[in-house]
């Protein structure tokens, strides 16, 4: 994962470098043009409550719908610009993902943590086609292969379901898991609580199908390089003592929603100060869905005689 990172950055300069070339050929404002589009995707997203341990590995039935609405900007024969804003969810739970017959899994059956997180997303991102169109909208090419990567704010806000306790809470519930503080956040010797607005990294590819003078047709799936740890609230080590977690939420979903073999119990010895999620791999999310565009006709300006 480490490594697509600066493949990530490598491929946003070679967007920048296009642009810089395409700035520089004659392409006139006649043939620019704008869209605006709707999406409908799947939304996935590789954490610490997944199956396994690495970006391959997702849970399909934790699959959830996501939303999305962009608006393009043409600047070049191969490149445009795409503003877009998005919503969509994402979710794990350890005891549909891990197998507790699986030896390496077995330490996130026990932890038996579950979450949803609803995100919202805008982004901007440099889109760069495969096939390129020095022609007006009208003949732009029936398929048109591309890659895109930008930069995106997102903001979310990780819920956990509340199962059968001894803490007074209503099972069934969500509650948000920020405010909790699960790990100790914002104590003395914890890290500071995590922030629910942040940025990520998106990038990916896509093809579009020309549908008629004014419609596309695009299928595309993209993946977000985030700079957290917390979009499903596992991200350190459990408390160094249960009495660091101050509230009823933050000593079940902090503490007491861990079992050992058998839900509601847990084996203290086996919790305190041990590692809770793997804080060095930051989570990802992965949008995939198709894309209805609608083309704008570009206004055309008459000349002006004297």
Known sequence: MKKL????????????LVATEASA???TKRKMYNSVGVSLNAMNYFGDVVPKTNIASLRLGATRPNIGFTFTRRFAPRLSGRASLSYGRVTGDDAKAADDKDSEAKFR?????????DI???????????????????????FVPYVFAGVAVFHHNPKGLVGDNTLGLAKGDYVALQPLHTEGQGGAGYDSPYKRTSISIPFGAGIRYKLDRHFDLGF???????????????????VRS???????GGKYFGYE??????????TEA????????????????????????????PRVKSPKFR
């Open 220 to 238: 595309e799936i993209g993946w977000r390089k985030t700079f957290t740890d917390y979009i499903d609230d596992v991200g350190g080590n459990y």
């Open 270 to 297: 086996n919790q305190m100060d041990e590692i809770r999620g793997h804080g060095k791999e930051k989570d990802w999310y992965i949008v995939t869905g198709l894309t209805l565009n609608y083309i704008l006709s």
């Open 120 to 142: 919202f997303e805008f982004a901007a991102v440099g889109v760069f086609d495969l096939l390129e169109n020095r022609n007006n909208y009208i003949r732009r090419p029936d």
């Open 257 to 266: 929603i861990t079992r050992e073999g058998v839900p509601g119990t847990f």
């Open 5 to 16: 990172f600066p493949l990530t950055l490598a491929l946003v300069l070679a967007l920048a």
């Open 242 to 248: 249960k009495d660091d977690l101050t509230s009823a």
């Open 25 to 27: 050929q004659r392409f």
């Open 109 to 117: 059956y026990t932890r038996n943590m579950n979450f949803r997180n």
